[in-house]
């Protein structure tokens, strides 16, 4: 039986799920995923694009693609901007942001790709404290 995932964006216009194995999860440090995503990396897995069930607010996922990549596209909410999942330029993987997800238990990175193009302040990560809430 396979795992159902449910999805959403920030605001609540767009809602999915994803019924399906995911093949892939790869954590991007491109140069491309840094900007798109504003942060450290891209957190995105890969299923078949048949896989998704929009629930609510499809028409509200806006699709932009780099005109000068051969294969960087994304998608986003409208109303407020958050990532969401669209199927690649070829048609044959479903790219589902995984920050998008509500609930993710049990996935695991496969790798992290692009390593060598990290952000210069990724590794020093590891070394900031950590606090369950706004720090005091």
Not at 9 to 15: A, E, I, P
Not at 100 to 125: C, M, Q, T, Y
Request: include cysteine; glycine fraction near 8%; charge should be negative.
């Amino acid at each position: 039986m396979s795992q159902t995932y449910a999805g959403s964006c920030l605001c609540g216009t767009v809602t999915f799920e994803i019924t399906g194995p995911f093949e892939s999860f790869h954590l991007c440090h491109c140069s491309r995923c840094r900007k798109a995503t504003a942060t450290v990396h891209a957190s995105n897995l890969f299923t078949q694009p048949e896989n998704i069930r929009w629930l609510s607010g499809e028409d509200k996922v806006t699709r932009y693609e780099l005109s000068t990549a051969e294969r960087f596209a994304r998608a986003f909410c409208s109303v407020c901007g958050s990532g969401m999942p669209y199927v690649n330029r070829p048609g044959t993987s479903l790219v589902v942001p995984a920050g998008s997800l509500d609930n993710a238990e049990g996935l695991r990175p496969d790798d992290r790709i692009f390593w060598k193009n990290r952000a210069p302040w990724h590794d020093a990560v590891a070394d900031a404290p950590a606090f369950d809430e706004y720090p005091g």
